[in-house]
């Protein structure tokens, strides 16, 4: 059975300070996570021994686009997903 993704956290984004042929003009840095006890986005800490994937969600009444960081835990030799 597949380990599922879990424990999904926002993820604030800001517009690239820096103009660059390389990079598009729509494009996004990470600025950090949300966090309801903490009044500034704090930074992301990536924890060994997991996996993690970011996820596009739009807001069903906005149609604002938000990104949700997900994490589980890392596939180890041996173990079998399907």
Do not use: C, N
């Amino acid at each position: 059975m597949p380990r599922p993704y879990g424990e999904p956290v926002e993820i604030l984004t800001a517009p690239v300070p820096a103009q660059s042929p390389f990079i598009p003009t729509d494009a996004k840095i990470v600025v950090g996570a949300v966090a309801p006890a903490s009044p500034d986005p704090i930074p992301i800490v990536l924890l060994p021994g997991f996996e993690y994937r970011m996820r596009e969600w739009r807001h069903p009444e906005t149609f604002e686009i938000h990104w949700r960081l997900e994490r589980r835990r890392a596939a180890r030799p041996g173990d079998v997903d399907q």
